[in-house]
C-alpha cells in the first residue's frame, strides 16, 4: 500500500472509530494495489452495532478534500474522492452478521435465506485487513467461519452446481437459435457458477468477481484439464473456435466439476 493511501486509511479509521457504535473496521484488499491500477479502489467495511451519524453528518466529519460525496439510497454506503482517491465505506449491522453466521453454522434449515446471496460477504470478514476493533466480536465469527460443517459446504455446492447446469442448458438452446445476446449472458452465468462450485469443493469462500480467474485457478482441488479448458472457453469466437465448439467445450468443463 502507497504512504499516501495509509495515510487516508489512518485518517477516516480515526475519524469512524469515534463514533459509539462502531465495532470493527476492515480494510478491503482492493486498496494494495497501485493507486494507478484500474482495480483499485480504497473500501473500508464498517461493522456497527449502534446507529451511526446521517449521512449529511458523515460527509463533514469526513473532513477535507472529500469531493463527489454520494450516499446510497438505503444510507449504508457512501462513496466519494479525495485527492483523486477513489473511496467506499460501506456500514454493515453486527446484528445482521450475526445472523447470517448463525444460519451457516447452527441453523443450517434456513441455508436457503443465504444460497443466492453467495459467500462473499464471508468472505470479506475473514480476508479483510483490521485496521479497528472494539472487542473479540470479530475474532470469535472468524472461528465460527473457519469452522463450517460439511453439510454447509455441500448444500452450497449443489445449489451452484444446479445454477451451472440450467445456465449449460441455455448456453446450448442459446447456440441452436444462433442467439448471441442470450448466449453471452449465458455464458457468463454458467462460468461464474462453475466457479462457485470449486470454491465450495475447496471450502473457499467467493472472492470478488474481479478475482475469480486468479483465485479459482490457484485451488487445490480442479479438475484435471480445468485450466486448459477454461481458457479455450474464454477466448473470442472465430472460424475454429465458434459458439457450438465452446457449448461443447463447456459441456466437459461441467461434467468434470461434477465428478469431482
Not at 467506499?88 to 444460497?115: G, P
Not at 448471441?180 to 469443493?201: H, M
Amino acid at each position: 500500500m502507497k504512504f499516501k493511501t495509509k495515510q487516508l486509511v489512518d485518517r477516516l479509521s480515526e475519524i469512524v472509530c469515534q463514533w459509539s457504535g462502531v465495532e470493527c473496521i476492515s480494510l478491503n484488499e482492493a486498496a494494495l494495489p497501485d493507486t494507478l491500477d484500474p482495480y483499485f479502489a480504497l473500501i473500508m467495511d464498517i461493522y456497527h452495532r449502534d446507529p451511526i451519524p446521517a449521512s449529511e453528518d458523515r460527509e463533514a466529519l469526513y473532513g477535507e478534500g472529500v469531493l463527489l460525496f454520494e450516499t446510497s439510497r438505503q444510507g449504508n454506503k457512501d462513496r466519494f474522492l479525495v485527492d483523486d482517491i477513489p473511496v467506499r465505506l460501506e456500514y454493515k449491522s453486527v446484528n445482521m452478521i450475526d445472523e447470517l453466521v448463525s444460519i451457516a453454522d447452527t441453523q443450517l434449515q434456513s441455508l436457503w435465506f443465504i444460497k443466492d446471496s453467495g459467500t462473499y460477504t464471508f468472505y470479506r470478514l475473514t480476508q479483510g485487513e483490521i485496521i479497528f476493533t472494539r472487542s473479540n466480536w470479530i475474532t470469535d465469527i472468524r472461528k465460527r467461519l473457519d469452522r463450517l460443517s460439511d453439510e454447509f459446504w455441500n448444500v452450497m455446492r449443489n445449489t451452484h452446481e444446479s445454477k451451472m447446469q440450467h445456465f449449460l442448458n441455455d448456453l446450448g438452446a442459446a447456440c441452436m437459435r444462433n442467439d448471441e445476446f442470450f448466449y453471452l449472458i449465458s455464458q457468463a452465468g454458467f462460468i461464474k457458477n462453475a466457479c462457485l462450485s470449486l470454491f465450495c469443493i475447496n471450502r473457499r469462500f467467493e472472492p470478488s468477481h474481479r478475482a475469480y480467474y486468479k483465485q479459482v485457478m490457484d485451488l487445490k482441488i480442479l479438475p484435471d484439464s480445468f485450466r486448459s479448458y477454461v481458457e479455450t472457453f474464454l477466448r473470442l469466437e472465430n472460424e475454429e473456435l465458434t459458439m457450438e465448439r465452446k457449448y461443447s467445450v463447456a459441456q466437459l468443463i461441467a461434467r468434470e466439476i461434477v465428478a469431482l
